[in-house]
């Protein structure tokens, strides 16, 4: 029998569901200027980043979940 996957926490312990854990997402260069004048568009990257103790525990490049994250 295989465990689960432990899920990601940060260092004082919260998983990617808590209110503190902030996605921070990143985009290319055109995607920010994009973005800038309005325009949705997937980010290259998200970081999910502790707004607590500052720690950046996770970081999705993956296409699909990063289309889940486009800002509107
Ligand atoms: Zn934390």
Not at 1 to 23: L, Y
Not at 31 to 40: D, K, N, R, T
Not at 57 to 62: K, M, N, V
């Amino acid at each position: 029998m295989a465990d689960k996957p432990e899920e990601k926490k940060c260092r004082c312990g919260h998983t990617r569901e808590h209110p503190w854990i902030v996605p921070k997402p990143d985009y290319s260069f055109w995607g920010w200027v994009l973005v800038g004048i309005g325009i949705s568009h997937p980010p290259t990257e998200i970081r999910f980043e502790c707004d607590r103790c500052g720690d950046v525990f996770e970081t999705i490049s993956d296409g699909d979940t990063l289309k889940q994250h486009t800002y509107h």
